[in-house]
């Protein structure tokens, strides 16, 4: 079965801080793994997958499989980046499994 | 390019009634996929439609239906509705091939059932 486990249902950190949400996975496959996020009056959108290995807003997140996790990293936290982020799975023929999220809040 | 609409924005029902969400695709999308998110949790998978036909479905009762039209937009229907199906429910969007798509997010319809 698929699961995904954000640990941090609250993280707040100041602005200039580095910050990172955690992200782990059960899966027994190969995984493909995605962060969406929602600002505030906003859809949910999808901010970048492990497939692209790309960085988005200055996030960026790597899949380890030795500890099934895909944790998303951002060295400077931004106000702008104060979001619902959810962390996303998809397995062979199953569809998107999304984490419970994780509310970050940059303060000034 | 249009993006995905729902509608209604919020509806009230009662226990024991049928109700039917709207979605409208993304132009040139052929895949549909409803998430339901409770208060607090994650969105979860309740089914998804490619070319009008089932394409995978959740852990949900057989009273969760759904249909795809010829022009991809879709309905979710839910009978004999329960108070545990308050909650928001999600239209995405996405251009199907095999899988690992990048979803589109309707705004959602924001159900609750007294």
């Known amino acids: 079965a698929q699961r995904v486990t954000q640990p941090e249902k609250l993280l707040s950190v100041f602005k200039g801080a580095p910050v990172e949400l955690k992200c782990n996975y059960s899966?027994?496959?190969?995984?493909?793994l995605f962060w969406y996020v929602q600002y505030s009056r906003q859809r949910l959108q999808l901010l970048l997958r492990h497939i692209s290995r790309e960085s988005i807003k200055g996030f960026t997140a790597d899949l380890n499989k030795g500890e099934t996790s895909f944790h998303l990293k951002k060295p400077f936290a931004q106000e702008e980046d104060s979001a619902m982020y959810y962390c996303?799975?998809?397995?062979?023929?199953?569809?998107?499994?999304f984490g419970k999220g994780t509310k970050l809040t940059v303060n000034p | 390019e249009t993006g995905v609409t729902q509608s209604p924005t919020h509806l009230i029902k009662t226990r024991g009634q049928q109700v039917t969400l709207r979605c409208s695709s993304q132009?040139?999308?052929?895949?549909v996929s409803w998430y339901q998110q409770a208060l607090g949790q994650g969105p979860q998978f309740i089914f998804q439609y490619y070319r009008e036909e089932e394409n995978g479905r959740g852990n949900f009762p057989p009273r969760f239906s759904g249909l795809q039209f010829p022009n991809y937009s879709s309905e979710l229907n839910v009978n004999a509705l329960e108070l545990d199906d308050s909650a928001l429910y999600l239209c995405a969007s996405s251009f199907s091939g095999a899988g690992n798509e990048k979803l589109f997010f309707g705004s959602g319809t924001q159900l609750s059932v007294l």
């Open positions: 899966y027994s496959g190969s995984p493909e």
């Open positions: 132009s040139g999308h052929n895949t």
């Open positions: 996303a799975l998809q397995g062979g023929s199953e569809k998107l499994v």
